[in-house]
């Protein structure tokens, strides 16, 4: 590779690197609940977005690229692990009737028991629900979930709307128990 | 008791996540990269060697054993060997190769990668049984055992044969049912 081509490619990862690593942190605590190997999954993503760098051209968003490469190794792992453990996951759909028979309890009482609850829940999912769910949370779009995803807008909005009230139903479920 | 929780703001709750991972420079990236690219040649190794296990012991058999047949049913379950980790080597494994991780969408991802399991899962009789087949049965016609034990012989390897297809036939259909759900949310 040309001198120019791998400097660009060193560049464009660092910008990646620079404007998207916390976002691959917490994306990736989706995807792995244990540390050891959550910092194994996140060396492994920065490890593909650096080398994926080598055929970006432009033709999406560099935060598009960025969460397709990092939800596509991230799925790769997840996919190997549940062959080695014989996972079960869930759909959106079925977590959200899980939720009506699970109890809010004293758990969700303090932020980061909030916060460990919302990540186990989000470990549950299939993995292309969980790539609806944690662009959510980051903050984006319909529209750019469903570049980043590939499901169509239509279904990408069905989807958003249904984890918004999963999430608004377990969050009044921690406020009322604080209230108790 | 101290509700911390955001109420109604699960988004600020998930972004308020600090990052704990440590940066990695571009050299360590270089290293980590070119460290995976020697694990992908070791599990190659791996393989060969496993495979030239199988080439040994066949080949020992051949030697070992009496009888022509018996000979040639051991000679015969070589190539299968070799077909099988032919087939694992350009199916089963998963290595995206970069840019597709980037140019393909999650969807698309994901849904291919089922796809590659499923057919792993259904031709599993192709690639796991159907090579030993003709040196199992030449092998299994040159003992000379009586007919009542061979026939025992011959059940006993269908009846075990059989369950390993329905349990990965199962778990295609079960594949098949994912892919079906990917492609309509595709549509």
Sequence with gaps: MAISAIHRQDELYGDAAQTYGAAIDRLARAYEADSDRRRDLVQEIHVALWRSFEAFDGRCSMRTWVYRVAHNVAATHVIRDQRANRREWVSIEAVESRSAIEPAGEAD?????????????????????????????????????????GISARNAATKIHRIKAILARRFQEGARTDEQ | MNNELPAGDPRSLWQSQHCDSPHMSIDEIRTKAAASHKRIKRRNLREYVA????????????????????????ILCIPGAFFITWFLQRRGSASPVPAELGLSSGISFYRRELERQREVLRWFWLWNLAPFVPGLAVMLAGFGLDLRYLAIAVVLILAFWSFLWWGNIRAARKLQREIDELQLMEE
């Excluded at chain 2, 495979?51 to 051991?74: D, K, N, P, W």
């Design chain 2, 51 to 74: 495979e030239a296990l199988v080439v040994i012991m066949f080949t020992g058999y051949a030697i070992v054993f009496h009888g022509f047949m018996v000979r040639l049913g051991s």
């Design chain 1, 109 to 149: 009482l303090d932020h980061r028991r909030a916060l460990a609850r919302l990540t186990a829940m989000i470990q549950q999912l299939k993995p292309l629900d969980r790539q609806v769910i944690v662009p959510y949370l980051e903050g984006m779009d319909a529209a750019s979930i469903g570049e980043i995803s």
